[in-house]
């Protein structure tokens, strides 16, 4: 089964459970997995038969900066929602969420959540 990966998008968001999270926002790092069966699906080099990984960054993109949300997990549910709705004909999608700048004690890179979804309808 084929995948298509886009890793690492970055956006500056207002996410977060503190007023100064929300306030002055933060960078979040996203890598979105779809599955897609590329092997049986893109037989003529013609991009309608694939994922158009470009729109996909463009629903990600206005979805993450016109919502805001306490927790990233509840980012990553709708987002992850949204994205398979607009993408129906893929398998499956794994979204990971980063947040870089987390207010808690430790020497730490980022904290990251997961999530995965199929379109109800096959």
């Given at each position: 089964?084929?995948?298509?990966?886009?890793?690492?998008?970055?956006?500056?968001t207002f996410n977060g459970v503190l007023p100064e999270e929300r306030r002055?926002?933060?960078?979040?790092?996203?890598?979105?997995?779809?599955?897609?069966?590329?092997?049986?699906?893109?037989?003529?080099?013609?991009?309608?038969?694939?994922?158009?990984?470009?729109?996909?960054?463009?629903?990600?993109?206005?979805?993450?900066?016109?919502?805001?949300?306490?927790?990233?997990?509840?980012?990553?549910?709708?987002?992850?929602?949204?994205?398979?709705?607009?993408?129906?004909?893929?398998?499956?999608?794994?979204?990971?969420?980063?947040?870089?700048?987390?207010?808690?004690?430790?020497?730490?890179?980022?904290?990251?959540?997961?999530?995965?979804g199929a379109p109800d309808a096959k």
């Amino acid at each position: 089964m084929g995948m298509i990966r886009i890793n690492n998008l970055r956006f500056h968001t207002f996410n977060g459970v503190l007023p100064e999270e929300r306030r002055n926002g933060q960078q979040l790092g996203l890598d979105i997995a779809i599955k897609y069966p590329i092997e049986t699906k893109v037989l003529h080099d013609d991009v309608h038969e694939t994922i158009n990984y470009a729109e996909v960054r463009n629903v990600t993109e206005h979805f993450i900066t016109t919502h805001s949300y306490k927790l990233i997990e509840s980012l990553a549910n709708h987002l992850l929602e949204t994205l398979l709705a607009s993408f129906p004909t893929v398998d499956s999608i794994n979204i990971k969420i980063r947040k870089f700048s987390v207010p808690m004690p430790g020497i730490f890179d980022n904290v990251e959540i997961e999530v995965q979804g199929a379109p109800d309808a096959k």
